[in-house]
């Protein structure tokens, strides 16, 4: 795990000891050379867990989708991690709201494999979750392997599960988000 709050100010900037900093930020057109760099350095498994196909076939689609998400339906959030060498994306986590039924979203989230099970993800997913929860989001879908153990425990940590279906070694849970306030609970 980071060793960081486990909850992220106003500001969105968690700093290290070293200097180096961690800023939770929307994701837009400004970030595609970084959006397209993380994509490109997903292991295998990485990719498959987030796209659920094998194969890089998806990641210009996934980019070009998230720099033009309008950050009101469809709300994208990144980790972008700042040294003194440059700064590069390490996770993002996506919120985009079902039209007919604008209380429930579709979750995802990838993590850069080095960033992985270091509590980055759930951070962003907080973070992501207290967004969604003020523009009227009360439910996540999030549609994963069977056996994704980090992303459920993601999950976990916005809200309790209210339903689980799995289908084709594909799990669809959905989670109740708590009120911001309430995280702690979660």
């Known amino acids: 795990m980071i060793e960081a709050p486990t909850e992220v100010g106003q500001t969105g900037i968690l700093r290290f000891p070293d200097g180096s900093w961690l800023e939770l930020r929307p994701v837009g057109v400004r970030d595609g050379r970084l959006l397209a760099s993380l994509a490109h350095q997903l292991s295998t498994e990485s990719a498959l867990r987030r796209f659920l196909v094998p194969g890089r076939s998806l990641h210009g689609q996934w980019v070009a989708r998230l720099i033009a998400a309008d950050q009101v339906d469809a ?6 991690a700042t040294n ?4 590069s994306l390490v996770a993002v986590a996506e919120s985009i709201r079902y039209p007919d039924r604008p209380d429930i979203a579709e979750f995802a989230l990838v993590a850069a494999d080095p960033w992985q ?3 980055v993800g759930t951070l962003l997913a907080r973070h ?3 967004r969604a929860f003020d ?5 996540w879908e999030a549609i994963m392997l069977a056996g994704n153990g980090a992303m459920a425990s993601v999950l ?3 809200g309790p599960k209210v339903d689980e279906r799995l289908e084709k070694g594909l799990v669809t849970a959905v989670h ?5 306030g309430d995280r702690s609970q979660g």
């Open 75 to 80: 709300l994208v959030e990144g980790a972008v």
């Open 84 to 87: 003194q060498f440059g700064s």
């Open 117 to 119: 099970n270091m509590g």
């Open 128 to 130: 992501l979750a207290a």
């Open 135 to 139: 523009t009227g989001v009360r439910l």
């Open 156 to 158: 976990d940590s916005v």
């Open 176 to 180: 109740r988000l708590l009120e911001p």
